[in-house]
């Protein structure tokens, strides 16, 4: 029966075939339709599909090198970052590939749309029936059982031999969107505590302030007061930020800073709405620990609506072109929700990953939480192999796991949840080779199998994560998470480039060459570790490990390193 069927529509398709005067080759194809989707019937022909093409870049390598260059501490052009022209240069497609796509759009009666400062993505309005014609593909309805989010996607895709080396990829074709969506790696609602609690001036292991903050890293709470000092917040999903809660959380824990409010950006039809009852868990926890933290530093809270130009990626890659058509990006960008790498497609991936390349390479330090599942991704799941998350798998950023206090003198241990391991689609990075060696040599056989040794490892640095205190609709509440992680990290590198633009000096950009050139400024957390896939994950150890990283930070010893 089921034989006869697929005879019956090999020769079904074989009929319809269009004589083919040109010839393609399959760009990027999948095997199997991911866990939860299932097809459930033929895309309507006359569906507008919006798709994104994205242009060979001219000079990728040469973005890289020259990203390492201005932030590897010991390079003659150490600090010397690029301006948005020095960027587009690299990332500018080529006449030649610029012209072939063009030739090609007309020739197939298309008219695009530039959407990245660069020119290297296009955006195409394609009916079903055409977009089937001319990339040989077959885009059909998928269906997530659970959620039932629907998605026209295709299995396969070709592009004619003449674009080859000059259009890198066409999305959303094989890549599906994530079911749930793009996740804040906060530890909500479960562990979020309805209590109220009186401002501590020390430490507690039950509660964490920002003056506890402050007193174990040593960060000072003198104002910092460079203007031109920028620090991004990046927000999602609907997640508001709350300026009464702010200013409530100000005035319980930080009364110094009474009256510090933040800037408001926005994206992609993105808002920052004040009811109070919309007030969001991670938005007020990410403004609350970095406008509490980063003392006078101008934070900015980036506002991601939901109209995505960047289809499966939730506006991860529209937030990154917003800011890389600034002059004057922020030197800080701290983002608190992720993804599992493999609900992500490697070309996808590759181009966001290189997207953090270059707005490093303008200057800014990019910070994500590393997730909160352990070694089973942003959020606990069941699975057999350890789940990377991203994009923690991604070189060109900075990672953030997390730590808990073990007394109120502020001894940290690992926190079970934070995230760390191996990517499956980036080699390991230099500047990290060998401390990444060490550990894996450390532990022998430990969970061999389970994870790519030749990824890039992460998390690269950590910071306190459990039990702090926020306000969110007016209550002070606990929450845990990574989540709590990246903010806190992000201030003190904030902090550190105030004191370097003070003086003159470039901001640290992309950190973690200069991290890894540092290990001595970190406090190295050695206890704990991060369960997850039915394993006890990695154990944290002396030096790097993959839970917290080099550490938390020392910021006397941080800044002293970046000769301040
Ligand atoms: C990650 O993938 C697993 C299945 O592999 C799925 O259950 C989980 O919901 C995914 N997580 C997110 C954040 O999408
Ligand atoms: C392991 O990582 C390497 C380096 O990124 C990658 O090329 C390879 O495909 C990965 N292996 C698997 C099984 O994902």
Redesign the pocket.
């Given at each position: 029966m089921v034989s006869k069927l697929l005879i019956f529509s090999a020769l079904f398709s074989l009929a319809l075939a269009k004589p083919t005067a040109r010839s393609m080759k399959v760009r990027e194809s999948r095997q199997n339709v991911p866990a939860g989707f299932v097809r459930t019937g033929a895309a309507a022909p006359d569906t507008e599909l919006k798709l994104r093409i994205a242009l060979v870049q001219s000079d990728p390598e040469g973005l890289v090198d020259a990203l390492y260059a201005v932030s590897t501490p010991g390079s003659a052009s150490y600090g010397e970052h690029l301006s948005k022209e020095e960027v587009e240069k690299f990332v500018t497609p080529t006449a030649q590939s610029s012209e072939a796509v063009d030739a090609w759009l007309q020739q197939v009666g298309l008219s695009a749309t530039a959407i990245s400062p660069a020119g290297d993505w296009l955006s195409v309005s394609v009916p079903v029936s055409k977009a089937n014609e001319i990339f040989d593909a077959d885009f059909a309805v998928y269906t997530h059982s659970e959620t039932g989010k629907q998605a026209i996607r295709t299995m396969s895709y070709s592009i004619p031999d003449a674009l080859e080396g000059h259009l890198d990829f066409v999305h959303p074709t094989i890549s599906f969107p994530s079911p749930k969506g793009l996740r804040p790696v906060i530890s909500t609602p479960d562990n979020l505590q309805n209590r109220a609690i009186e401002p501590l001036a020390t430490c507690s292991t039950t509660a964490v302030t920002p003056a506890c903050i402050q007193s174990i890293y040593g960060i000072p709470s003198t104002k910092a007061t460079q203007k031109t000092n920028g620090l991004g917040v990046s927000g999602f999903i609907d997640q508001f930020a709350n300026s009464a809660d702010l200013k409530t959380f100000l005035s319980k824990f930080r009364t110094d800073l009474a009256g510090t409010t933040f800037a408001l950006q926005t994206l992609d039809g993105g808002s920052n709405s004040q009811t109070p009852s919309q007030a969001g868990i991670e938005a007020n926890l990410d403004i609350q620990y970095t406008v509490g933290v980063a003392s006078g530093v101008p934070v900015t809270f980036i506002s991601v609506g939901n109209n995505f130009q960047d289809g499966d990626l939730g506006g991860f890659l529209d937030i990154i072109n917003f800011l890389l058509g600034e002059s004057n990006p922020p030197q800080v960008l701290t983002t608190s929700y992720g993804d599992n790498e493999s609900d992500i497609s490697r070309s996808l991936a590759n181009n966001l990953c290189n997207a953090y390349a270059q707005l490093g390479a303008r200057g800014t330090s990019i910070l994500f939480a590393s997730g909160d599942g352990g070694v089973s991704g942003g959020q606990s799941q069941s699975c057999t192999k350890f789940v990377p998350t991203f994009p923690s798998g991604c070189p060109f950023m900075t990672s953030v796991g997390a730590t808990q206090l073990t007394s109120s003198s502020g001894a940290e241990t690992a926190a079970t949840f934070s995230s760390g391991g191996f990517?499956?689609?980036?080699?390991i990075p230099s500047y990290q080779s060998s401390v990444v060696s060490s550990y894996l040599s450390s532990i022998g056989s430990t969970n061999s199998g389970k994870f790519?040794t030749?990824?890039r490892a992460f998390p690269d640095v950590a910071a306190i994560g459990v039990d702090l205190e926020i306000v969110v609709d007016g209550r002070t509440e606990t929450v845990d998470g990574t989540s709590c992680s990246s903010p806190v990290f992000s201030s003190v590198i904030s902090l550190i480039n105030d004191a370097l633009i003070a003086e003159g000096k470039s901001p640290l950009g992309f950190l973690n060459p200069f991290l890894y050139a540092n290990p001595s400024a970190f406090n190295d957390i050695t206890t704990g570790d991060n369960p997850g896939c039915n394993t006890n994950g990695f154990k944290a150890a002396k030096g790097w490990d993959p839970v917290t990283g080099l550490g938390t930070p020392n910021f006397a010893k941080l800044k002293a390193a970046a000769g301040v």
């Amino acid at each position: 029966m089921v034989s006869k069927l697929l005879i019956f529509s090999a020769l079904f398709s074989l009929a319809l075939a269009k004589p083919t005067a040109r010839s393609m080759k399959v760009r990027e194809s999948r095997q199997n339709v991911p866990a939860g989707f299932v097809r459930t019937g033929a895309a309507a022909p006359d569906t507008e599909l919006k798709l994104r093409i994205a242009l060979v870049q001219s000079d990728p390598e040469g973005l890289v090198d020259a990203l390492y260059a201005v932030s590897t501490p010991g390079s003659a052009s150490y600090g010397e970052h690029l301006s948005k022209e020095e960027v587009e240069k690299f990332v500018t497609p080529t006449a030649q590939s610029s012209e072939a796509v063009d030739a090609w759009l007309q020739q197939v009666g298309l008219s695009a749309t530039a959407i990245s400062p660069a020119g290297d993505w296009l955006s195409v309005s394609v009916p079903v029936s055409k977009a089937n014609e001319i990339f040989d593909a077959d885009f059909a309805v998928y269906t997530h059982s659970e959620t039932g989010k629907q998605a026209i996607r295709t299995m396969s895709y070709s592009i004619p031999d003449a674009l080859e080396g000059h259009l890198d990829f066409v999305h959303p074709t094989i890549s599906f969107p994530s079911p749930k969506g793009l996740r804040p790696v906060i530890s909500t609602p479960d562990n979020l505590q309805n209590r109220a609690i009186e401002p501590l001036a020390t430490c507690s292991t039950t509660a964490v302030t920002p003056a506890c903050i402050q007193s174990i890293y040593g960060i000072p709470s003198t104002k910092a007061t460079q203007k031109t000092n920028g620090l991004g917040v990046s927000g999602f999903i609907d997640q508001f930020a709350n300026s009464a809660d702010l200013k409530t959380f100000l005035s319980k824990f930080r009364t110094d800073l009474a009256g510090t409010t933040f800037a408001l950006q926005t994206l992609d039809g993105g808002s920052n709405s004040q009811t109070p009852s919309q007030a969001g868990i991670e938005a007020n926890l990410d403004i609350q620990y970095t406008v509490g933290v980063a003392s006078g530093v101008p934070v900015t809270f980036i506002s991601v609506g939901n109209n995505f130009q960047d289809g499966d990626l939730g506006g991860f890659l529209d937030i990154i072109n917003f800011l890389l058509g600034e002059s004057n990006p922020p030197q800080v960008l701290t983002t608190s929700y992720g993804d599992n790498e493999s609900d992500i497609s490697r070309s996808l991936a590759n181009n966001l990953c290189n997207a953090y390349a270059q707005l490093g390479a303008r200057g800014t330090s990019i910070l994500f939480a590393s997730g909160d599942g352990g070694v089973s991704g942003g959020q606990s799941q069941s699975c057999t192999k350890f789940v990377p998350t991203f994009p923690s798998g991604c070189p060109f950023m900075t990672s953030v796991g997390a730590t808990q206090l073990t007394s109120s003198s502020g001894a940290e241990t690992a926190a079970t949840f934070s995230s760390g391991g191996f990517s499956n689609y980036f080699g390991i990075p230099s500047y990290q080779s060998s401390v990444v060696s060490s550990y894996l040599s450390s532990i022998g056989s430990t969970n061999s199998g389970k994870f790519n040794t030749s990824g890039r490892a992460f998390p690269d640095v950590a910071a306190i994560g459990v039990d702090l205190e926020i306000v969110v609709d007016g209550r002070t509440e606990t929450v845990d998470g990574t989540s709590c992680s990246s903010p806190v990290f992000s201030s003190v590198i904030s902090l550190i480039n105030d004191a370097l633009i003070a003086e003159g000096k470039s901001p640290l950009g992309f950190l973690n060459p200069f991290l890894y050139a540092n290990p001595s400024a970190f406090n190295d957390i050695t206890t704990g570790d991060n369960p997850g896939c039915n394993t006890n994950g990695f154990k944290a150890a002396k030096g790097w490990d993959p839970v917290t990283g080099l550490g938390t930070p020392n910021f006397a010893k941080l800044k002293a390193a970046a000769g301040v």
